[in-house]
């Protein structure tokens, strides 16, 4: 079993930053993929970023590429997303996925264990 629990999340102007952290217990996720998702009310969780166990593969969707940054320390069992530029539509909350595959993916289906998530609101 892996716990996941996402922090760094909150009320930001449109333009600012957060770094969102998601670090993993019960057991290691050095050699899982990661993803980061989001969920506005009313929406389907969509995906936002993955990054496979080395750190050498990484995926952003379209609507955050060169706004959102994800990384991986797996020597602290960690996996982040820097969020800069942010816009009033980024305002969801943001979950992160550890699955047992090698490969990222876009389909929250895929992926086995999921934090709590954390709360990100972007002002006008």
């Known amino acids: 079993q892996v716990q996941l629990v996402e922090s760094g999340g909150g009320l930001v102007q449109a333009g600012g930053a957060l770094r969102l952290s998601c670090p993993a217990s019960?057991?290691?996720?050095?050699?899982?993929?990661v993803g980061w998702f989001r969920q506005a009310p009313g929406k389907d969780r969509e995906f936002v970023a993955g990054?496979?166990?080395?750190?050498?593969?990484?995926d952003n969707a379209d609507s955050v590429k060169g706004r959102f940054t994800i990384s991986r320390d797996n020597a602290k069992n960690t996996v982040y997303l820097r969020m800069n530029s942010l816009k009033p539509e980024d305002t969801a909350v943001y979950y992160c996925?550890?699955?047992?595959?090698?490969?990222?993916?876009?389909?929250?289906?895929?992926?086995?264990?999921w934090g709590q998530g954390t709360q990100v609101t972007v002002s006008s």
């Open positions: 996925a550890a699955n047992t595959y090698p490969s990222i993916y876009r389909s929250p289906t895929n992926y086995d264990y």
């Open positions: 990054v496979t166990w080395s750190g050498s593969n990484i």
């Open positions: 019960g057991r290691t996720i050095s050699r899982t993929s």
